[in-house]
């Protein structure tokens, strides 16, 4: 496409410069059609015109433009990159969305925004989330709900809702979230845009506030597979700060995107489960595979089992009673330092949600019972992780809804929910506590209300680019991403 | 407390201690059922058999990452960097009022 | 009070300090004693700050199982780093990583005159910061100190197997020295590179490996001298508790050096829940045989082996060569002396008994060089070489002078040798080798 039947479809969509792919903002950016100035406006001119009402940005950086102007030579181009509120970003305040961090400005940055900014990103501001990334909903943030760009009587999904909020409203050209069991694949599921999770350990954790340490996974969440793709490539690597980073070399994760997918075998899973049989998620789902084998896959139905069994899939019901326990127990531990001493505001600060999962965390781990839950959630673990393996010997990848739920829920859904979280993403928990790579791709927009299905595609350890990969075929394939099938 | 457990408001009591988390009168119901409610599901797992399974704490498998006795100054903060976000300080010391001794 | 029915049972908890450049779980400098002020070696991490990772210093494990294996400990091929919850103003992260169930060394021996103690454990943990109380605009308030958080901390913790305060101070000297040898620490009670803990309880009769019920600790010790103080205290106190059939208190108490006796401090009605578990941003440690192996092959000569070898060697009595080798320098001092004597014609007659007599002499201050010391010797030597006849005349002249002196010799009273000599040295105005004057009024005496 040239430059001038680009712009002429700008004209005839109305398309405007917040609306780019990262991709392509870069490339109009390196190749001078556009400037920053010119792109800088039309984004704060849109987190004007929806940040009121969606509440997506906490914190708004006020040098963004200023800064990106002088990266034009850099991988990233200097494009405008929404940042979750639990990635420290030094000088700029991070408070997790509790009133515990409320006057918190780091003095360091965390690895990751370090090579963000190296490769050139620009932060454009912090996003909202579940305080602590305590949850499903980005409402029970301390500072108010997140709404969904796609229709704002609904929740966004979380804990990193406010980035894909972000861009779901192309009030960024990226953004980065964590996912502990959900919290990228969901709100992206919910919000209809792409979110990464890499495998647990391929990209640094340093200078992110901790939730459940053996899960957490710092990931994007952004338009497309491939935006994805390109932003992990520059996530991701062993930091000497963070023990727990692969000490693999990072590939390019963009390496096998329009490779064609015959041959690979893809499992579908998760869709006979009692919650799911029948509904909208699980015939989308049954609707990809249909999309998969057009495109020269073989697509097998992977069924539940209630014990581990070759062939098939272990009922992920017990990946909630799992992931609660470890990740209470491991959050009643990462919340443990604040004592409103050295940067925080005290105890007395934290959230309902928040006291509920330290203090059941605190139970899990306490003298008498740490054998009976703690202990023996690790050992169940094992018995996902095994599955996994198991079925990984056959499948390339498997697929599944993101949400249990289906479409996003209606504000105010959360409330009064002591496991609202843990529940919903009980599709998600069985890969996270195995600490597998996950993404989710929109497929499938309900008119009426114009929420989405996401997709949750699963590789084994490690092999993001295969999922890549196929995500990657299935969003060309079909026409559930706006971006990659503008009406142009 | 016995287990699938029904928890207190004194269970609830004791936990908060130990986990130093200030709660009141009223909250310590809401807790107690919310807990009663969450037990339940994590009580799922004793149909379970795990016999001569290993618990997995590390997904990775990563062993023996370690790191040289060297300075790193440049991670290093300075006293100002290190007290800047301290809600009390005082001649370079974070404050806080008298503890007891341990 | 028969102090002769009732068996001290003590087992000792240690820390030292590893004095490693940098700290446990992070690049800050390791130097809290010599900060000029507080809170000028932090970091993300040993502050902890939200996001702040451990990951830890390789040459503090190292040390760690050097130190295991000078104490005769096994080293498990698997270890972990586990987390220990507690809540206290120096800990910043609430909780402490320090190691539970899998430490990097176990079942060693300490051996020592009065009775050999067995080592349970040696772990690897970290510091706290440091507190200081203070008054501040008319308020009470504590200071705190990150300075020390995150510094290397091994932990050494005994099997009840010391029976006095005489024999746990014998062992801490021991421990003391074998550290010393390893230079792994300062190990400096003023400086806090090395703290003491006793737990100290008495039990009816002899010890039939039941401990008592209850045990009592004892904080705030800084010198070996005071734990004997201490744990001889705290016998006669619960003696004189048990004697009227009740059971002492379990509890922590505090030394209180002035009046060489113990107080009590608050005692914790229920024992804490450290809630441990295995530190998940750690992965845990491997070793194979051969890398213990090769650790092992570093450790220098210790103690025991040197006294030994000294003792064949040099054919010195145990007492002196104790003193000598009581510091790893002076004994590599000693035996640098031994090779220039060995080396050079000229300080032939300079022998090792000479050297190590001039060496405790000095009481280890000691400025010159190796051979500057030996020539010092060979100098008196030469000063002092005498004529044979007239050496043999001034023996004669002070035995014949002495007769009183020289009867109580044939009564049997030998020690007398020393006074002859010593007179025969002042006729001889200093002069004359005190062994050979020693040989000549044997020779003349029988």
Not at chain 1, 21 to 37: G, P
Not at chain 1, 145 to 165: C, E, H, I, Q, V
Not at chain 1, 251 to 276: A, N
Not at chain 2, 30 to 40: E, M
């Amino acid at each position: 496409m040239t430059d001038f039947f680009w712009l002429v479809g700008c004209l005839i969509n109305n398309m405007k410069l917040n609306e780019l792919t990262l991709i392509e903002a870069v490339k109009k950016l390196q190749a001078k059609d556009i400037s920053h100035a010119e792109l800088y406006q039309e984004i704060q001119k849109e987190i004007a015109k929806k940040n009121p009402e969606l509440n997506m940005y906490l914190t708004i950086n006020p040098e963004a433009e200023h800064e990106a102007e002088k990266l034009l030579n850099t991988p990233l181009a200097g494009v405008p990159i929404a940042v979750k509120d639990n990635y420290l970003t030094k000088d700029m305040k991070t408070t997790a969305s509790s009133h515990v961090l409320k006057n918190f400005i780091p003095p360091f940055d965390s690895t990751v925004i370090a090579k963000l900014k190296h490769a050139g990103g620009v932060i454009m501001g912090k996003t909202n989330m579940d305080a602590w990334a305590h949850g499903s909903s980005t409402e029970t943030s301390d500072f108010g709900r997140t709404k969904n760009p796609r229709n704002p009587d609904y929740l966004p999904g979380g804990s990193s809702g406010g980035s894909a909020a972000a861009v779901a409203s192309d009030t960024c050209i990226g953004s980065i979230g964590s996912e502990t069991a959900g919290s990228i694949r969901q709100p992206a599921s919910w919000c209809g845009v792409v979110g990464l999770k890499p495998t647990y350990g391929r990209v640094s954790r340093a200078g992110i506030v901790p939730m459940a340490s053996s899960t957490d996974s710092p990931g994007p969440i952004g338009k497309t597979v491939e935006d994805c793709a390109v932003m992990l490539n520059f996530m991701a690597g062993k930091d000497p700060y963070d023990a727990t980073t692969s000490i693999l070399n990072v590939p390019d994760f963009t390496q096998f995107v329009g490779k064609s997918l015959k041959g690979m075998r893809i499992g579908v899973c998760y869709i006979d489960h009692p919650k799911i049989i029948g509904t909208a998620a699980a015939l989308s789902i049954e609707q990809a595979g249909k999309t998969f084998e057009q495109l020269g896959a073989t697509v097998e139905q992977v069924m539940l089992s209630e014990s581990l069994a070759d062939g098939r899939i272990l009922n992920p019901n017990y990946a909630i009673a799992v992931y609660t326990i470890v990740q209470r127990s491991e959050v009643s531990s990462n919340l443990a330092g604040y004592n409103g001493i050295r940067y925080d505001l005290g105890r007395g600060e934290f959230g309902a949600e928040a006291k509920r999962r330290i203090m059941l965390g605190t139970f899990t781990l306490s003298k008498g019972y740490a054998d009976k839950y703690y202990v023996k959630a690790q050992q169940v673990r094992t018995l996902y992780i095994q599955n996994f393996n198991q079925l990984f010997q056959t499948y390339d990848v498997l697929i599944a809804p993101t949400s249990s739920m289906g479409y996003a829920l209606p504000l105010g859904a959360s409330k009064d929910n002591p496991m609202f979280g843990e529940l919903e993403d009980m599709l998600l928990e069985p890969s996270t506590i195995a600490g597998l790579p996950g993404i989710s791709i929109p497929c499938f927009r309900d008119e009426t209300t114009n929420l989405y299905l996401g997709m949750n595609i699963i590789a084994k350890q490690w092999d993001e680019q295969k999922m890549i990969q196929i995500a990657h075929a299935f969003e060309l394939a079909t026409t559930w991403n706006q971006w990659v099938h503008r009406s142009a | 407390m016995q287990s699938s457990l029904s928890f207190t408001t004194s269970d609830i009591t004791h936990i908060s201690e130990l986990a130093l988390i200030p709660v009141t009168e009223e909250e310590k119901t809401r807790l107690a059922d919310g807990f009663n409610t969450v037990i339940k599901v994590l009580d799922s797992l004793n149909q379970i058999d795990v016999s001569g399974i290993e618990p997995t704490h590390h997904v990775t498998g990563l062993e023996n990452i370690t790191r040289e006795d060297i300075v790193d100054e440049a991670r290093m903060f300075t006293q100002k960097e290190a007290l800047q976000n301290a809600p009390v300080s005082y001649d370079g010391f974070f404050l806080v009022s008298r503890v007891l001794d341990k | 009070m028969d102090t002769k029915i009732y068996t001290t049972i003590v087992g000792m908890e240690i820390h030292i300090e590893l004095a490693t450049k940098s700290k446990m779980f992070c690049g800050c400098k390791n130097d809290p004693f010599n900060a000029k002020n507080p809170n000028i070696y932090t970091c993300p991490v040993c502050l902890a700050m939200p996001g702040g990772l451990p990951v830890p210093n390789r040459q503090a494990i190292e040390w760690t199982i050097k130190l295991g294996l000078a104490l005769g400990c096994t080293i498990p091929l698997f270890s972990k780093f586990d987390r220990k919850h507690y809540f206290y103003p120096d800990l910043p992260k609430g909780y402490q990583i320090s190691q539970f169930d899998q430490p990097f060394c176990k079942d060693g021996i300490v051996r020592v005159p009065e009775g050999d103690v067995r080592i349970q454990r040696v772990h690897l943990e970290e510091d706290t910061g440091k507190l200081q109380h203070a008054v501040v605009d008319g308020k009470k308030v504590t200071l705190v100190d990150f300075n020390r958080s995150g510094v290397p901390l091994v932990e050494i913790v005994t099997e009840p197997d010391i029976r006095s305060g005489d024999q746990a101070k014998a062992f801490l000297k021991k421990l003391h020295q074998i550290i010393k040898y390893l230079a792994i620490s300062g190990a400096d009670m003023e400086k806090g590179s090395m703290r003491l803990e006793p737990n100290i309880s008495v039990c009816k009769g002899a010890f039939d490996g039941v401990l008592p019920s209850y045990k009592v600790e004892v904080k705030n010790i800084n010198s070996f001298n005071f734990v004997k103080k201490a744990i001889d205290y705290e016998v006669s106190r619960h003696i004189d508790i048990l004697e009227t059939g009740e059971l002492p208190k379990q509890e922590t108490r505090g030394y209180d050096a002035a009046n060489s006796a113990t107080i009590s401090q608050r005692s914790k009605e229920t024992a804490e829940d450290y809630r441990y578990f295995p530190d998940p941003d750690i992965p845990p440690i491997r070793f194979t045989k051969d890398q213990i192996e090769t650790i092992k092959q570093t450790l220098p000569e210790l103690p025991d082996d040197k006294r030994i070898r000294f003792s064949q060697s040099f054919g010195l009595k145990d007492s002196d060569i104790d003193l000598i080798i009581d510091r790893q320098e002076h004994a590599d001092y000693f035996e640098k002396c031994i090779d220039v004597i060995n080396s050079t014609p000229a300080f032939d007659r300079v022998t090792p008994y000479m050297v190590a007599k001039a060496l405790i002499n000095s009481r280890g201050v000691v400025r010159v060089s190796e051979t500057e010391f030996v020539q010092a010797i060979s100098d008196k030597l030469t000063d002092l070489t005498i004529d044979p006849l007239i050496l043999v005349e001034a023996c004669r002249k002070i035995t014949e002078e002495h007769h009183d002196a020289v009867e109580s010799y044939h009564k049997g009273k030998e020690s007398v040798i020393m006074f002859l000599i010593g007179q025969v040295k002042k006729e001889l105005k200093g002069k004359g080798d005190a062994e050979k004057i020693k040989e000549e009024l044997l020779m003349q005496l029988t």
